[in-house]
């Protein structure tokens, strides 16, 4: 491809599900905005399906075929750039590896291909010396890769906080608003779409945990393994710890987090990093995030804090940001695929989870009998954990919950003063606690 060339960019699309068929309608609804921006045209060539005779979502333009054959995509001469929407890690791989050794440049939605494997496809683009975008692979429409890799470049990124997974987000917003039960939302999200059939990636964290592998890639530079992240979901939350951080004045959120720590080694940033679902004061503007949306928080060190809200998912918010890399290819735009220019990225220096310091939000199950509190503050004391506000139910006999939030501790010395009170007998079943983010 030629710098400057007004001769069409030829695309081979692989998928034409909700994101693929966004992009087809896209292409055709903004084709002169496109040919405005960059100056030429942009032509669908072929698009890889499974399913030839499946009903599709949009028209293909004149001209462009369905296909099912890889090959055809990978190994035609004219096609400049493939398009991976089909999702999964396998056959993307093999596709995206392909295209690569034939000389195409790469644009995906794939968080889960590029948090797993991501590192070898970086390096093979940059050795072929291709461009590889991935903009909607986190947070949909919100351009929070680009801005990562460019627009913040001149800031040290100091944290990154955020909600991305809006099946989650959806379904704590309606166990929030309508006090349902987890399973109700969550059979609710399904029947609406936006839950899938196999809810699991959503709702126990992986998606979430995906797409901050590719956030920490883009702050930092550095290569955070997947599975050395610490990834807890939603499953199982109870209607009544979202009842109860209510009246503490916070709203419980599934959080992507890293953030820089304190006591590395000389010129080594320490990372803390994980995904878990967490109370959040009902004034940050995280905790207003509702329904599907996405959210990130940025906290750098010249620019300060930065707020990106909108659409994580759909088939034209995806596609908008699929076809924003498309014209940068069509640009020929080449920055660094990572945003560093290293060759091999380090490893992250991880802070071991329970090294994490935090307040928690805790709600036993006890008897409601003289003393319990006692020798409850008495356990987390052992530990030297402090407690700052209590709410205890009053109840009839048997089991009432008794809350609290405790002041900054370690996981470690939460987790241990939990197993005393487990060992002490206190306890009619096992505490659920949670980290808390900001307050009054
Ligand atoms: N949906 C969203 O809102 C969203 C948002 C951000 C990122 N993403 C990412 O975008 C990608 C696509 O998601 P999607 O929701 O559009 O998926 P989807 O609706 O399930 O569509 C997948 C498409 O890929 C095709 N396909 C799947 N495996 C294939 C294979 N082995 N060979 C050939 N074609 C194959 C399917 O063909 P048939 O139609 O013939 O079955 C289908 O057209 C995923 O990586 C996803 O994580 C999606």
Not at 253 to 279: C, H, M, N, S, T
Not at 318 to 324: D, E, F
């Amino acid at each position: 491809m030629t710098r400057n060339s007004d001769a069409p960019l030829v695309v081979g699309l692989a998928g034409f599900g909700t994101v693929g068929g966004g992009l087809v309608r896209l292409l055709q609804e903004n084709a002169d905005i496109i040919k405005r921006r960059v100056g030429r045209d942009i032509r669908l060539k072929k698009v890889l399906v499974r399913t030839i005779t499946k009903a599709r979502a949009a028209q293909l333009p004149p001209g462009a075929t369905l296909v099912t054959d890889p090959r055809s995509l990978t190994d035609d001469p004219e096609i400049d750039v493939l398009v991976e929407l089909i999702g999964g890690i396998d056959h993307a791989r093999d596709l995206i590896d392909r295209a690569l050794d034939q000389g195409k440049h790469i644009v995906t939605a794939n968080k889960a291909l590029l948090a797993e494997e991501g590192l070898e496809l970086f390096h093979k683009a940059a050795r072929k010396k291709r461009i590889l975008r991935y903009e909607a692979s986190v947070a949909g429409a919100i351009p929070v890769v680009e801005a990562l890799k460019a627009s913040l470049t001149g800031n040290r990124i100091q944290s990154l906080m955020g909600i991305l997974n809006g099946t989650s987000n959806y379904i704590l917003s309606e166990m929030t608003s309508n006090g349902m039960e987890f399973d109700v939302a969550l059979q609710q999200a399904q029947r609406l779409g936006y839950a899938e059939a196999d809810p699991s990636l959503d709702i126990d964290g992986h998606d979430a945990a995906h797409k901050l592998i590719l956030l920490i890639r883009l702050a930092y530079g550095v290569h955070y393994p997947y599975t050395a992240l610490s990834v807890r979901g939603i499953r199982g939350l109870s209607a009544m710890d979202i009842r109860l951080a209510r009246e503490f004045g916070y709203r419980i959120k599934l959080i992507a987090q890293v953030r820089e720590a304190l006591g590395g080694e000389k010129d080594q940033v320490r990372l803390e990093a994980g995904v878990f679902p967490a109370l959040v004061y009902h004034k940050y503007l995280l905790a207003r995030v509702g329904g599907v949306y996405n959210a990130v928080r940025v906290e750098a060190n010249a620019a300060g804090a930065l707020f990106f809200h909108g659409r994580g998912a759909g088939d034209l918010p995806t596609a908008g940001a699929v076809l924003g890399d498309l014209l940068a290819v069509a640009r020929d735009e080449r920055p660094n695929n990572t945003g560093f220019a290293d060759k091999v990225l380090p490893k992250a220096c991880i802070v071991p989870p329970e090294e994490w310091r935090s307040c928690y939000y805790v709600r036993v199950m006890v008897q409601d009998a003289p003393g319990v509190l006692r020798d409850l503050s008495g356990c987390m004391a052992a530990e030297g954990i402090s407690m700052a506000q209590v709410i205890q139910k009053s109840g009839e006999g048997q089991g009432v919950p008794l809350v609290f939030m405790t002041h900054e501790t370690s996981a470690r010395a939460m987790r241990d003063a939990l197993q005393r009170t487990m060992d002490s007998g206190l306890l009619k079943e096992p505490a659920v606690y949670l980290r808390v983010l900001g307050g009054e």
